[in-house]
Each structure stands twice: as C-alpha cells, then as structure tokens.
C-alpha cells in the first residue's frame, strides 16, 4: 500500500522559491509515476507536474519555466522545486502516484494521494 506524506509548504512573497517535498512508503518510487497537484479554494484539481518511471516530465503550462519536478529514487522522495511564485500559485498541493498514468495530469489516472501541504504566495 503506497502511503504519500507532502511537506514544505508556507507562505512566501510573489517572486519567491519554495521547495516541496513528497516522502513514499510502501513501494519502491522507482517504480511510480508521480505527479504534483493543485487545488485553490472554489477551483478544480489539477495537474502541474509529472515525471514518469523513466524520468520524463510533462508540465502544465502555467508553470513551464518556473517549477522543476524530480525524483531521488534513492530517497523514495518526490520532489517540486518552485520558483518565480506568483499569487496565482496559491493553493493546496499534493503528490499522486500511480503505476500508469495515460493521461499524466489529469487527477483521475492516479491511485494514491497525499494530504496536501498549503501553498500561499502575496
């Protein structure tokens, strides 16, 4: 059973940089597809980042640029690097993992969630 604790979310200043860590326990993360997440209050989940077995990333377009995804496999660690935040970043994060995902950023391909860590950018 794949458990995903977030963490390294806070409130940080337009033009800031955080980095967000998700930890996997219960499957070798090698292994997964994994994928980062965002819901703002009154909004919809959606896709920002993904990064497949072998290490390909797909990025929703809004961040292109800005956010960087990886995985340290030897950690079992996912991880969101954020730079340039702008106030539309807001919003609560999660990681998801899955062993396939046919549709990378759509929520509904992925099996195991996180609780989410808040983001908040002013």
């Known amino acids: 059973h794949v458990q995903l604790v977030e963490s390294g979310g806070d409130s940080v200043q337009a033009g800031g940089s955080l980095r967000l860590s998700c930890a996997v326990s219960g499957y070798d993360a090698l292994y997964l597809c994994m994928g980062w997440f965002r819901q703002a209050p009154g909004k919809e989940r959606e896709g920002v980042a993904y990064i497949d077995a072998d290490g390909t990333t797909t990025y929703t377009a809004s961040v292109k640029g800005r956010f960087t995804i990886s995985k340290d496999s030897s950690k079992d660690t996912l991880y969101l690097q954020m730079n340039s935040l702008k106030p539309d970043d807001t919003a609560m994060y999660y990681c998801?993992?899955?062993?396939?995902?046919?549709?990378?950023?759509?929520?509904?391909?992925?099996?195991?969630w996180g609780q989410g860590t808040q983001v908040t950018v002013s």
């Open positions: 998801a993992a899955t062993l396939f995902a046919r549709i990378p950023l759509m929520p509904g391909n992925y099996n195991y």
